[in-house]
């Protein structure tokens, strides 16, 4: 003969709520169930505050920039923007670069990869070039979870020992987040443009007082994995300082706030995994207490 199938015989231990079984049975209900989730919620981390996840931003360059040249007489010094208003500022220390600009999308997902940015700016032999400031300016936009649109700025700061003739840069375009983003809706607080290009108070173009403004915002980019090296003049006259600089558009990783039921799915998580462990443990026991007839119950026989 062949075991075929099993099927256990309920009994049922019956009594009243308020006699001592009954007391006995609530008592251990509550321990099954209420010490998992005060083990959960204290061992960190059961409201999950926040999470990441990765996306590639969709990054334009502006084509709005701001260069300044240094040079060893800082009387000499050279600058360029593409803000008319700071151009007449600087008055007699304009020096139009010849510019060429592609952003290209090398894997054809339908956001850009780089930008491959050459600035060629003639100078003539007194103007013996150290150093190079450079502001680019980019729409960044995040479409994942939540839209979020930020002004993207990039700084590109070096100097030279020598007189240069040209500096090449590469260079990765990252989020800095202070605060995570919302899990869904809109988010445009921090698109306030960086430069008031209509403005004619020097002020606003004063690097210092725009850059601790920038920073102070909870979401910004910055250049991160730079690395630039400088051509030294060689002997003759140079008629040019060419600024070659590629900036890639990677993608990161991104903080936010999960929503309520990621929340809930989280702590449910955590709850049933320890709380399944209390009910077997529990469930031994109680059966243990009730068959030694350790308290006195009415038992009865299901009969089919
Ligand atoms: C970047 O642009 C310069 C000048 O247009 C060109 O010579 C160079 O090959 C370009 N680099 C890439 C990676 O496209
Ligand atoms: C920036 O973040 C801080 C804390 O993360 C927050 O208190 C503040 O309101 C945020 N500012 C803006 C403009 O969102």
Redesign the pocket.
């Known amino acids: 003969m062949w075991n075929l199938h099993k099927e256990p015989i309920t009994i049922q231990y019956q009594a009243s709520p308020f006699s001592k079984a009954g007391i006995f049975y609530v008592s251990v209900l509550i321990l099954t169930f209420i010490p998992p989730l005060l083990i959960a919620y204290r061992s960190q981390g059961f409201w999950q505050r926040m999470d990441t996840y990765r996306e590639q931003p969709e990054i334009h360059f502006k084509h709005d920039m701001i260069l300044y040249l240094e040079t060893l007489l800082p009387e000499k010094s050279l600058a360029w923007s593409t803000f008319k208003n700071f151009n007449q500022l600087l008055q007699d220390r304009v020096r139009v670069p010849f510019i060429?600009t592609?952003e290209?999308d090398w894997n054809g997902d339908g956001k850009l990869d780089d930008l491959?940015l050459?600035l060629s700016i003639p100078i003539t032999n007194e103007e013996q070039i150290r150093g190079v400031t450079l502001l680019l300016l980019f729409d960044v936009k995040l479409h994942r979870l939540s839209s979020v649109g930020l002004s993207g700025l990039a700084l590109i700061q070096d100097e030279s020992v020598f007189d240069g003739s040209g500096m090449s840069v590469s260079a990765d375009l990252v989020l800095h987040q202070k605060q995570p983003l919302a899990s869904r809706g809109r988010d445009s607080r921090f698109q306030d443009p960086i430069f008031d290009a209509f403005s004619l108070n020097p002020e606003t173009f004063e690097f210092s007082k725009v850059l601790r403004d920038y920073s102070r915002r909870n979401l910004t980019t910055r250049l991160s994995n730079q690395y630039s090296t400088w051509t030294r003049c060689g002997l003759g006259h140079n008629n040019a300082f060419t600024l070659?600089i590629?900036i890639h558009y990677p993608e990161q990783a991104i903080m936010y706030t999960p929503g309520i039921w990621q929340v809930l799915k989280w702590a449910w998580v955590q709850y049933l995994a320890i709380a399944v462990i209390f009910m077997v443990v529990f469930r031994q026991f109680r059966s243990h207490v009730f068959t030694a007839q350790v308290f006195p119950v009415a038992r009865r026989k299901d009969v089919f």
Do not use: F, K, R
Request: aromatic residues 0%.
């Open positions: 060429q592609s290209t491959n050459s070659d590629q």
